[in-house]
Nanobody, 115 residues
Framework: QVQLVESGGGLVQPGGSLRLSCAASGTFRSINVMGWYRQAPGKERELVATITSGGITDYADSVKGRVTISRDNAGNTVILQMNSLKPEDTAVYYC?????????WGQGTQVTVSS
């Protein structure tokens, strides 16, 4: 049973920073992709950033230069460091584990950017 547990969301002022963490537990193949997606009210879920088990990263254009994704050496925890946050970054952020034949999602964590 694979589980993803997210933490680190909250309320932050524009220009502020937040660090989201996602810990994956259970048994799964070491070759995978972990990432973060977000969904704002009334909008579809969209990619924020992903990182492969080999360390290759990909970012949405809207967050490039402001967001950094990383994972620990064991490959089971993925971190999303978000800086210079904007009100349009407000959304529920979901952690994702992509095993290619199956995908898993976390429960989501709310990020609100507001003054």
């Amino acid at each position: 049973q694979v589980q993803l547990v997210e933490s680190g969301g909250g309320l932050v002022q524009p220009g502020g920073s937040l660090r989201l963490s996602c810990a994956a537990s259970g048994t799964f193949r070491s070759i995978n992709v972990m990432g973060w997606y977000r969904q704002a009210p009334g909008k579809e879920r969209e990619l924020v950033a992903t990182i492969t088990s080999g360390g290759i990263t990909d970012y949405a254009d809207s967050v490039k230069g402001r967001v950094t994704i990383s994972r620990d050496n064991a490959g089971n925890t993925v971190i999303l460091q978000m800086n210079s946050l904007k009100p349009e970054d407000t959304a529920v952020y979901y952690c994702n584990l992509n095993l290619y034949i199956r995908k898993y999602w976390g429960q989501g964590t709310q990020v609100t950017v507001s003054s």
